[in-house]
C-alpha cells in the first residue's frame, strides 16, 4: 500500500505550496517584519519575547520551508506530511485564539484583522484529516 495516493496530493500541493512560499518570504524579512511578526507571536506566547526578532524570524521560516517541503514531497507519507501541518498550523490557531484583538467582542469570529489568521483553521483541519488517513493507512497494512 502506498503511503501518500492520488487524492492527498491537491491538498498537500496547495497547502505546501503557500507555506514554502510564505517560509522563503521570511526568510529575507526586513527588521520591521521581523519585529512584527515577533511581536505578534510573542503577544499570544510571552516566553517569545526571550527570542530577537530576528533569530525568530529565521526559526519561524525554517517551520514554513520544512513544512511546505514535507507537504509538496510526495515520497514523505501522509501521516508524516500531516504530522507536520498539524503541529504548524495548530501553533497559528493558538495565536488566534490567544489574541483577543483579532476577534469580534466576546466572540470566537475574527474581525477584520483576524481572518487573515482564521483561516489557518483550514490548514488545521487537513492536518488533523491527513493525520488519521494516514494512521489509518498504516494501522491497515
Known amino acids: 500500500m502506498r503511503l501518500t495516493t492520488l487524492g492527498d496530493l491537491p491538498g498537500r500541493i496547495a497547502t505546501?505550496?503557500?507555506?514554502?512560499?510564505?517560509?522563503?518570504?521570511?526568510?529575507?524579512?526586513?527588521?520591521?517584519?521581523?519585529?512584527g511578526v515577533h511581536g505578534m507571536a510573542a503577544g499570544a506566547f510571552p516566553f517569545l519575547n526571550a527570542i530577537p526578532p530576528e533569530r525568530?524570524?529565521?526559526?519561524?521560516?525554517?517551520?514554513?520551508i520544512g513544512t511546505g517541503a514535507a507537504l509538496l514531497a510526495p515520497f514523505v507519507p501522509t501521516v508524516v506530511a500531516g504530522a507536520a501541518l498539524t503541529g504548524f498550523s495548530g501553533g497559528l490557531v493558538a495565536m488566534y485564539a490567544r489574541t483577543p484583538s483579532l476577534r469580534n467582542p466576546g466572540s470566537i469570529w475574527p474581525n477584520e484583522n483576524g481572518t487573515a489568521v482564521a483561516k489557518d483553521t483550514w490548514m488545521l483541519g487537513m492536518g488533523l484529516g491527513y493525520v488519521l488517513t494516514g494512521w489509518t493507512r498504516l494501522r491497515n497494512r
Open 56 to 64: 525568530f524570524i529565521k526559526l519561524l521560516s525554517i517551520a514554513e
Open 16 to 35: 505546501g505550496g503557500f507555506i514554502l512560499h510564505t517560509g522563503l518570504q521570511k526568510w529575507s524579512a526586513d527588521e520591521q517584519t521581523a519585529q
